[in-house]
């Protein structure tokens, strides 16, 4: 597997933003996250279940094309739309960091976007391919039956 090059990456005393091309990842730091990875870790089954659980509702690890659109407000608060999930909230202190950061999203959310359109005309694309292929192999199997059949009734 090879490892996903990074396009951006800020860091704040609370948790540490990396982008790539694919994906969003967010990293706690701190003594919360401390407490929430010696908990699971101590037990093995809270790391199933847990582990899924707060990943339900608070996801931190999000791929580029499951994000509907990215919007910063005046602070430099920025919100990551999510579908099925509620929106992430991360509030960079620099707002330099976070305008650099909307902007490389949003091209990232084109991309992948242009990208599943793309992957979406060409599975038509091969569908109808097939069809066809399907319709003209039924149509010369049509006529070697009635091919067949005429020579059946002259013997």
Same mark, same amino acid.
């Given at each position: 597997?090879?490892?996903? !090059?990074?396009?951006?990456?800020?860091?704040?005393?609370?948790? *540490?933003?990396? %982008?790539?091309?694919d994906?969003?990842?967010?990293?706690l730091?701190?003594?919360?996250?401390?407490?929430?990875e010696e908990? !699971?870790?101590?037990?093995?089954?809270?790391?199933?279940?847990?582990?899924?659980?707060?990943?339900?509702?608070?996801?931190?690890?999000v791929?580029?094309? /499951?994000?509907?659109?990215?919007?910063? /407000?005046?602070?430099?608060? !920025?919100?990551?739309?999510?579908?099925?999930?509620? =929106?992430?909230?991360?509030?960079?202190?620099?707002?330099? =960091?976070? +305008?650099?950061?909307v902007?490389? %999203? *949003? &091209?990232?959310?084109?991309k992948?976007?242009?990208?599943?359109?793309?992957? !979406?005309?060409?599975?038509?694309?091969?569908?109808? +391919?097939?069809? &066809?292929?399907? *319709?003209?192999?039924?149509?010369? +199997?049509?006529?070697?039956?009635?091919?067949?059949?005429?020579? =059946?009734?002259?013997?």
């Open positions: 597997m090879s490892k996903a !090059i990074t396009v951006f990456e800020v860091e704040t005393p609370h948790f *540490k933003i990396r %982008l790539s091309e994906m969003l990842n967010i990293d730091k701190g003594s919360f996250k401390n407490e929430i908990a !699971i870790e101590n037990k093995p089954v809270l790391k199933e279940t847990v582990g899924k659980i707060l990943g339900v509702f608070v996801p931190l690890h791929r580029i094309s /499951d994000i509907d659109s990215v919007d910063m /407000d005046e602070t430099g608060k !920025i919100t990551v739309v999510l579908p099925h999930h509620r =929106d992430i909230v991360i509030p960079l202190e620099r707002k330099e =960091d976070a +305008e650099k950061l902007e490389k %999203l *949003k &091209q990232l959310i084109s992948a976007e242009t990208d599943r359109l793309q992957e !979406i005309k060409a599975r038509r694309r091969a569908e109808a +391919e097939k069809i &066809q292929r399907s *319709k003209v192999r039924s149509s010369a +199997e049509r006529k070697r039956q009635r091919k067949r059949s005429r020579a =059946d009734r002259r013997v």
